[in-house]
């Protein structure tokens, strides 16, 4: 009998040293997880010439770099998950990672995509994402113009020609 | 990859004939072959044929794999591959520019007296880069965007465009205020660029104590006794304008709505042409309607209010997500919107933008922990179960000798 007892105290033992290990990974697991940079946007291929980046992790502070083929074109400390940019970036391709107190997420690669399109809205409207060159024809009268993204060549055109210009 | 394309595309809210990219720049190598691929888009969904066609002094050498594309409303880009192939001797140096036109066959039903629309055509440029002899640098300032009150760093990227390599190029950059008058004077990094190649020299330029307002760079590149200039304005302070709020007073539905937008001018100048874009979308996200604000010039640090229309004729009751995006001077501040739309009132939430994506990717690892969770449960209790029944067995075994 008080063989049984001691076994069901050792058996009691190996219990809570295993609950203790449990509960342990289970904490370990939580941080490294709440500690996780993961890369949220951008990615592949965009057309905003401002693109807002966003990322997970619980930190105070993040630095955000946003490189091209050598250097930063972007590096800012921000204390939220997201970042919109102030300026436009050329058209090219980017890679972006996030710091947040010496640890640094992955790298991920973008394609800044240039669109030249255009909507016909009581004349020539520029809905792409660049400035470009409008070659037209009214009345028979030819011009050429030069249109800022979101601007209106207010004109009564039968013919045009658009292409990027910067 | 393509689909990603596609989507990425379709996301952009580009309600337009089009094509992307835009542009395609090739370094000239004799006989060189690529094969390029171009989305044309028709993202105002409407049935349209195009063709395509080549122009330029390359034309002989661009093979087209489509010269007539058909859409239907609800298709919204297509793919074109063009094979370009180089020949062997292009004797003119510089840019050899041609032309894939993408131009709309206009509707021919429309009768006598209808608005017909201007025959629009859209182009995708393909240049080829001639390399000219000898040493010849082209170059670019970007200023790069830091944490307001750091040090600012400049960016000239230098392309050299000539046979021979650079063996030293240098930038220096004049700094002039909105007066036109100079306030420093940089200099970059010294570098070597090998032909057809391109590198960045870097410069920074320490703006504490300067005066918010927007600044002018004009950069000089010295390179092996030659030089080639850029330039390129960039703003100090907080140059943003802020959505506050959206509301609509004394509506019916049916009726045309009046939205009221009240945007903050962050900036310490007045901002020009200021306006507004909404895009309200149905439950399954695709676009309903989308309409414009006047433009309005802001006051600096000081708030207004921007107008603008929905004819809700047809509209039902519900919720509807959408966007709203304010414009400015080659900027934008952007928001996601919900907009709760009953018999006599809209009310609309603003959303901040990544709230939802960070949220799914903290979704994720809150999965991952439950997943742990219930795996080290399912442990503890495979363990006790183990336990208690080898307690029971040997109990039973235990039993059985005192019993002998």
Request: without cysteine; charged residues 25%; negative net charge.
């Amino acid at each position: 009998m008080k063989k049984l007892t001691e076994m069901i105290k050792e058996n009691r033992k190996i219990e809570l040293v295993i609950g203790g290990i449990s509960l342990f990974i289970l904490l370990l697991g939580f941080i490294n997880f709440n500690s996780n940079l993961v890369l949220v946007s951008p990615k592949d291929v965009v057309t905003q010439r401002q693109p807002e980046f966003s990322w997970s992790g619980s930190y105070d502070n993040y630095n955000l770099i946003v490189e091209n083929e050598n250097n930063p074109l972007v590096n800012v400390t921000v204390d939220e998950n997201y970042y919109r940019l102030e300026n436009q970036l050329p058209f090219g391709v980017y890679y972006w990672y996030v710091i947040a107190e010496e640890k640094k997420s992955e790298t991920v690669r973008f394609e800044l995509r240039s669109i030249v399109a255009i909507k016909q809205d009581n004349g020539i409207l520029n809905e792409g994402n660049s400035r470009v060159k409008v070659d037209y024809e009214e009345d028979g009268i030819t011009g050429a113009a030069i249109l800022d993204v979101n601007s209106l060549l207010k004109k009564n055109i039968t013919k045009a020609r658009i292409e990027q210009d910067e | 990859m393509i689909l990603i394309v596609g989507i990425m595309i379709f996301n952009s809210n580009v309600d337009a004939i089009g094509v992307s990219p835009a542009r395609k720049t090739i370094d000239f190598s004799p006989g060189y072959k690529e094969t390029v691929t171009f989305n044309v888009l028709n993202n105002e969904h409407k049935d349209m044929k195009v063709i395509i066609y080549v122009e330029g002094d390359l034309n002989e050498s661009i093979k087209l794999s489509e010269t007539l594309l058909e859409f239907k409303a609800n298709e919204n880009n297509k793919e074109v591959n063009y094979e370009i192939t180089l020949p062997t001797k292009l004797t003119e140096p510089g840019t050899h520019e041609n032309k894939i036109v993408v131009r709309e066959i206009p509707d021919k039903q429309a009768g006598e007296g209808a608005l017909v629309s201007a025959s629009a055509a859209v182009i995708h440029q393909l240049q080829v880069l001639v390399p000219y002899p000898g040493k010849y640098a082209k170059a670019s300032l970007t200023i790069a965007e830091t944490t307001k009150g750091q040090p600012l760093s400049f960016l000239l990227t230098v392309r050299n465009l000539g046979t021979q390599d650079i063996v030293r190029a240098k930038g220096v950059i004049d700094i002039y205020g909105a007066n036109n008058e100079k306030i420093a004077m940089i200099q970059t990094d010294e570098k070597g660029i090998k032909s057809k190649q391109r590198d960045d020299l870097v410069a920074g330029l320490d703006v504490k104590g300067w005066n918010p307002g927007k600044y002018y760079a004009k950069a000089t590149i010295i390179y092996d006794g030659d030089t080639t200039t850029t330039e390129s304005t960039f703003s100090l302070g907080d140059f943003y304008i802020e959505i506050l709020d959206i509301n609509v007073k004394d509506f019916k539905l049916g009726q045309i709505a009046r939205f009221n937008i009240l945007i903050d001018n962050k900036w310490g100048e007045q901002i020009k042409d200021v306006y507004a874009e909404m895009i309200i979308n149905d439950k399954n996200g695709d676009e309903i309607t989308r309409f414009k604000s006047a433009n309005e010039d802001v006051n600096g640090n000081s708030k207004e209010e921007l107008t603008a229309f929905w004819d809700t004729a047809g509209v039902k009751e519900g919720t509807y997500t959408g966007k709203i995006t304010v414009y400015y001077q080659g900027k934008q501040t952007e928001k996601e919107l919900r907009a709760a739309i009953t018999l006599n009132a809209i009310k609309v939430d603003l959303i901040g933008i990544t709230a939802e994506a960070v949220n799914l990717s903290s979704g994720r690892d809150n999965t991952m922990i439950i997943v742990l969770v219930v795996v080290l449960i399912s442990v503890n209790v495979g363990w006790f179960v183990y336990f208690k029944r080898k307690e029971k067995i040997k109990a039973q075994t235990q039993g059985n000798h005192e019993q002998k």
